[in-house]
């Protein structure tokens, strides 16, 4: 069986009975950083052996995982925050094991889209996912069909990044489309900026974000 389990954005109390459960039960957990889970692991008093699991190695060791799974070995895949596959490596593990028939199990918990969503006070019945843009090739292009979206659309995005993405926004969607800046989700730090593009764009300016970002932006009006 491979469970894949969410781990908490930032306050490490938000993570479910289940997934400390799992975490203690399982052959094998692997992680994206194991420095980061480890910390999470220390916390919850938890001993399970760890494995680095990533985007620069998940190519070359696939083989010698799905050889554990077929074995009967439970592993458990963590990302350093949040749930695995979003934004987060994942995707390829699991299709891997869909076709060579293999549990796979999922667990609800964290991911930074959903609070950021539901605080921005935007329209939330309908909504669209972007995750990261691209640095360079074929940025220009998803910006042009985010602009056109009739429903609220949701950005990660770097601190650094930020005036640059915000600027874009503002170039494609117009100043005035309505957004909401969400940073350090559920920690000590958190905060939601509201505005439009041109009024973000400013604050940030001025005052430069620190942490984990998420851009939430209004549809376009008819």
Known sequence: MLYLVPTPIGNLEDITLRALRIL??????????????????????IDTPQRSFHAHNEHAVLNSL????????????????GTPGISDP?????????????PVECLPGPTALIPALVCS?????????EGFLPHKKGRQTRLKYLAE??????????????Q?????????CGGDRQACVC?????????HRS????ELQAHFSAKPAKGEIVVVVGGKRE
Request: proline share 3%; with cysteine; glycine share 6%.
């Open 24 to 45: 203690r039960e399982t052959d094998l957990i692997l992680a994206e950083d194991t420095r980061t889970t480890g910390r999470l692991l220390a916390h919850y008093e």
């Open 121 to 129: 006070g935007l329209p939330a019945d309908r909504f669209y996912f």
């Open 90 to 102: 994942g995707f390829l593990l699991v299709r891997a094991c869909r076709e060579a028939g293999l």
């Open 183 to 191: 940073r350090e989700l559920s920690k000590l730090h958190e905060e």
């Open 66 to 81: 799905l050889a554990q799974l077929q074995s009967g070995a439970r592993i458990a895949l963590v990302s350093d925050a």
């Open 164 to 172: 640059r993405c915000l600027q874009e926004l503002a170039e494609h």
């Open 195 to 198: 505005g439009n593009l041109t």
């Open 149 to 162: 979206l009739p429903c609220t659309f949701i950005l990660y995005e770097s601190p650094h990044r930020l």
